[in-house]
């Protein structure tokens, strides 16, 4: 189905290089609800390398994952993509063990998601070669359909708690601090960041 190749494009490209083990395939879609839940899934440790961050997860946990897709009126309501319950405990990069295996897994992981940025960029510069010389209505119902997705996206994270651990200092004596949020946000406004629905095409998207 056109709608379930959406969805399953959009999760592939924007999560599948934090979440251990998605399979985009096995998305069961409510094609009149235009619900998705994802449920108890885990991050991977990796997840938080493209900040350069002097941590690492060492275990994530994602509690439940719904997107809302109003695919009867896409062109005026917005897609929603909720987080509820989203769980870190992180560790100086000093304390993970060394792993071969894994090791060669995030080597290998880190060299895919470049070879696909490449690729993304190549087809960014071919579509926008080739929407300058055809008109934007040779745009594809299924381009058409991600593009509205993602210029109307609403982005929700519930329930944030995040533990740092550290046993560097004294190995017999492990400290640990942690943290809660309520919720984090993301919605499209206009140039005056008020919020509103894009139903046009712009050259720039406004988020709060």
């Known amino acids: 189905m056109v709608f379930e190749n959406v969805v399953g494009y959009l999760l592939d490209k924007y999560l599948s290089d934090y979440i251990e083990n998605l399979d ?27 900040l350069n961050l002097p941590v690492t997860i060492s275990l994530g ?53 470049e070879v696909h940025q490449i690729e993304e960029l190549r087809k960014e510069q071919e579509a926008l070669k080739n929407a300058k010389a055809s008109n934007k209505n040779s745009d594809t119902f299924v381009e058409r359909m991600q593009l509205q997705v993602i210029r109307n996206l609403e982005l929700s994270i519930r329930n944030i708690h995040v533990v740092y651990e550290d046993k560097s200092t004294k190995p017999n004596h492990p400290f640990a601090f942690g943290f809660t949020l309520h ?26």
């Open 24 to 50: 985009t395939k096995k998305l069961k879609v409510d094609l009149w609800s235009g619900n998705v839940v994802l449920e108890n899934l885990y991050l991977k440790p990796n997840a938080l390398a493209d």
């Open 183 to 208: 919720y984090i946000t993301l919605h499209t406004t206009n140039p005056d960041w008020q919020p509103t629905i894009l139903t046009e095409d712009t050259p720039l998207i406004h988020k709060v």
């Open 61 to 113: 946990y994602l509690e439940k994952l719904t997107l809302q897709v109003p695919w009867k009126n896409i062109y005026k309501q917005a897609t929603k993509a909720t987080i509820d319950g989203l769980f870190l405990l992180v560790v100086p990069k000093t304390e993970v063990e060394y792993d071969a295996k894994r090791d060669e897994k995030e080597q290998h992981e880190a060299k895919m998601k």
